[in-house]
């Protein structure tokens, strides 16, 4: 007899996805079940699901069966599966000011290093003659500054593994896929030793670990493969 439960959890998803990788790592944290379910954008009936709960058809998306709830954007969704999946590790801190520094630095990641790092990217995969040469330069401005931000704030206080303090939370989620593909359009490894040390701990974590490793057979499909250190590839070679 097959035991296999379903689980409450369904999360649409692909494996490529950089704000799927920051909801994977609260996952993997926590050791919350859940059914993952790929999300194909060039198959209409792959996507076709997803826009009818979303209609601006953004993944992730959480389904909780049990709770019949649709939860979009990924730092309401770890938000959500801290308060009713929570795991051994609190992803939002239970101090108030440590609570607001984790927002804040979750926002940052996402709206001044994954949405710049989004827009080189998507530039890239437009025909020739419809790019935004401008858009990418503010992007790649933007890039910078908000490097100096987070070289300053891994220096900013005395005992700081993470970065908001000593605990792991859902800034450090938002931290690693924004660093992890923005290095490879602007690599921050010369020139920020701080950025370098933190984004080495962050990929020795076993929660990021196993979702830089399911998205490995997927880099290829990445425009700027190719500047992916070889270290997170399967042949390392
Ligand atoms: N603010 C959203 C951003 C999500 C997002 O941009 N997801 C990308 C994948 S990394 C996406 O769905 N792209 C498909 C599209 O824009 O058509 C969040 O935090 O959930």
Redesign the pocket.
């Known amino acids: 007899m097959d035991n296999y439960q379903t689980p409450n959890l369904l999360l649409y998803i ?1 494996p490529l ?4 990788h ?1 909801v994977l790592i609260a996952l993997y944290e926590s050791g919350t079940e859940f059914e993952p379910r790929i999300v194909d ?1 060039s198959k209409e009936d792959s996507s076709a699901e997803l826009f009818a709960y979303w209609p601006v ?4 998306l959480l389904l909780d069966r049990m709770r019949d709830k649709t939860i ?4 309401i ?1 770890i938000e959500y599966l801290d308060e009713f999946y929570p795991g051994p590790q609190k992803l939002i801190p239970s101090d108030s000011k440590l609570t607001l520094e984790t927002r804040l630095w979750d926002r940052f990641f ?1 709206l001044y290093i994954s949405v710049p790092m ?1 827009k080189v990217v998507l530039d890239r995969l437009r025909p020739e003659g419809q790019r935004d040469g401008l858009g990418v330069e503010e992007a790649y401005h933007t890039l910078k500054i908000a490097y100096d931000m987070v070289e300053g704030q891994l220096g900013s206080k005395t005992s700081q593994t993470w970065i908001s303090g000593d605990s792991f939370s859902m800034a450090d989620c938002s931290a690693l896929p924004a660093l992890f593909f923005a290095d490879t359009l602007l690599s921050f490894r010369e020139t920020h030793p701080k950025t370098t040390a933190y984004f080495d701990r962050l990929v020795e974590r076993e929660s990021v670990k196993r979702t830089l490793i399911e998205a490995e057979p997927y880099f290829e499909f990445y425009p700027f493969h190719d500047k992916i250190p070889k270290r997170f590839r399967k042949q390392n070679g």
């Open positions: 692909h996805a950089s704000f799927c920051k954008f058809g953004k993944i992730p979009p954007e990924t730092s969704i996402d989004q």
